[in-house]
């Protein structure tokens, strides 16, 4: 039977830590490391029911088992053997949260026969807090498995990268998104029902990050995530049929003026004009705004491949002077300047 059959996605990945549970080969550190919503706290959560599970030396079994008592406990957060710590609202995870942990690494289990402490955010731990975590790397107690979360492992002294073993979360499939959605969410059924390309938008947007799919299927999240995409396609029709500047304008300042909200259109405007240009030299390549491959492709059509590239880079300087701290409406009006030339 499957090993982590309820993990979608990262295949060979769950089928090797699977195997290492089941011969107890497993080390005593990981670093799990995927971006935003990718699922890194989902996983660390099943690693420990894997490792609880009563049935874990039965092949015939998957693993975790979902139903024996360790199971259940673990994967409904329930167990006081699996301890989980973040960085809560503040910046970084603070070196007074790590040695609190580390004195109850030194207790004995209360129900299970292994320990887990799940660090997230552990890219955000303070040099101090991860130099606090070192020595529990260096010499694990006996029946402890640390699991650390990071979106990328650049955040960690290499002293701690070198003591972990990292297990690296690849984005899931459109397919497999799609099929996990339509399992586990009326809103996903209901948006499948009214068509019109808004479940693949939603999938299109979340780029194979399943948490980030679910929480986009929020009502209130979904309606700006149309909002956005709307105005963004807008913006592209208009700068790639080489519309007048007047024209350009109008469609230019339908962007917000707010820094940070721009800036979250800025992201799906590059990706956007992004397929556009690939479009032009390989028809066939994955897209990461559009949804319908056709219109894509007409819009493609409408714009000489220099013209492309030339709304690309304005849209990477905008994102680059709105890092900057640019003034809003200079940025914009640079934007269309640069797009209508
Ligand atoms: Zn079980």
């Known amino acids: 039977m499957g090993c982590f059959p309820d993990f979608v996605g990262s295949d060979a990945l769950t089928a090797r830590i699977g195997d290492a549970v089941r ?4 080390s005593h550190a990981y670093l799990i490391e995927g971006p935003e919503g990718s699922g890194k706290r989902t996983f660390a959560t099943m690693i420990a029911a ?29 167990s006081t053997d699996v301890h989980y710590l973040d960085r809560g609202d503040r910046a970084s995870v603070p070196v007074e949260a790590v040695r609190d942990l580390r004195r109850e690494m030194a207790l004995s289990p209360t129900e299970l026969d292994t320990r887990f402490f799940i660090i997230d955010d552990a890219d955000l731990m303070t040099p101090a807090a991860q ?16 699991l650390l979360l990071a979106t990328s492992s650049d955040g960690l002294l290499p002293t701690v990268r070198s003591r972990v073993q990292t297990l690296r979360l690849e984005p899931v499939s459109p397919d497999l998104v799609t099929a996990y959605l339509l399992r586990v969410s009326p809103e996903a059924k ?22 980030v799919a679910l929480e986009y299927l929020t009502p209130k999240r979904e309606a700006a995530l149309l909002k956005t995409r709307e105005t963004v396609a807008g913006v592209i029709r208009a700068a790639v049929a080489g ?62 491949y220099p013209r492309l590239v030339r709304v690309y880079d304005a849209c990477r300087d905008a994102t680059d002077a709105v890092q900057a701290n640019g003034n809003v409406q200079t940025v914009l009006t640079s934007f269309a300047v640069a797009v209508s030339r």
């Not at 011969?23 to 497993?26: F, I, K, P, V």
């Not at 130099?131 to 640390?146: K, W």
């Not at 007047?246 to 004009?273: D, G, M, N, Q, Y």
């Open 50 to 78: 894997a490792v609880s599970c009563e049935r874990r030396g039965d092949e015939g079994a998957d693993l975790p088992c979902g139903a024996c008592p360790a199971c259940k406990k673990i994967l409904s957060l329930r």
């Open 23 to 26: 011969r107890g080969r497993l």
């Open 131 to 146: 130099n606090a975590l070192l020595i529990s790397l260096e010499e694990p107690p006996a029946g402890v498995l640390i």
């Open 190 to 211: 209901k948006l499948k029902a009214e068509g019109g390309g808004k479940l693949e938008a939603v999938i299109a947007a979340a780029h194979g990050r399943i948490g």
């Open 243 to 304: 519309n007048s500047y007047a024209e350009i304008c109008r469609a230019v300042f339908s962007l917000p003026t707010k820094r940070a909200e721009l800036s979250s259109h800025l992201v799906p405007l590059t990706e956007a004009i992004r397929d556009l240009v690939v479009l032009k030299r390989a028809p066939e390549s994955p897209l990461l705004f559009y949804v319908d491959r056709d219109e894509a492709k007409a819009l493609s059509d409408k714009a000489d």
